[in-house]
């Protein structure tokens, strides 16, 4: 029987810090969260695509988020091979949480699977509901950047930004079409509801947790529907609504 890898490539703000905790306590060892090991293998890290940034954004950006993400970094005895990935799996209970991974592109990720055909590759999507996750995002910004940031302003400018990606739908399509074992989940849902966690378990192959999900919610204040939003007015809720109308509907399918 094949070793199962469990990798969840998160969006920021979507409760993987909470589900990353779950598996934790459920005895799936991680020491480390975020090690962005594909990313970096892959010669593609967000340094690269600072270019692309917004312009409100600082250019040390990178190195703030990064900083909180995780330092990790390849070296000799993590090499950017994917020897060395094994290698890294193998101390972190074969659990990777890397929120990079959602913007690799189905191509490298064919090559991941190759690669790693000796593995049973488990692949776990979260979609938290999209305007109030750009919306946290917009405040995870502003305590990392500094307290002068208007979160309403960096809201509109992110949802542009955005609204030129079909950001749920690429990535569900692109995970699905390259790995055979894919769960999406929803975040409200799946804090919220046993049946969700339970599918998540059976996923995982969690026979018996003794711990309630619903107790977990580091890093991430969850709200359903379109409660939360009061930074926000119904002019810029509604415009949302239409610009991520792609994202909206995979997350309401989910």
Known sequence: MKKDIIICPGIPKSGTTSLWKFLKL?????SE???HYLTQLYGATITDELGQLPDFMPKNTFDI??????SFKLNEDYPAT???YIKYLTQNGFVDFSQTYFFLSEKFLSQVKEELSEYNIKIILLFREPISRLLSHCHLFKRLIGSNVNVSEVFDKSLEVESLQNLYPDVKRKFENVFDDVICLSTEKLFSSDEECKRLCKFLNITNSSVDIKTIKENVNINYGYKGLE???EYQIDR????LKPSVNTYDYI
């Open 33 to 35: 969260k975020e090690s």
């Open 26 to 30: 459920n005895d799936f060892s991680s």
């Open 240 to 243: 949302a609504r239409e610009l």
């Open 82 to 84: 994917y020897a060395g």
């Open 65 to 70: 988020l990064f900083k909180k993400w995780g």
């Open 231 to 233: 930074d926000l007015t």
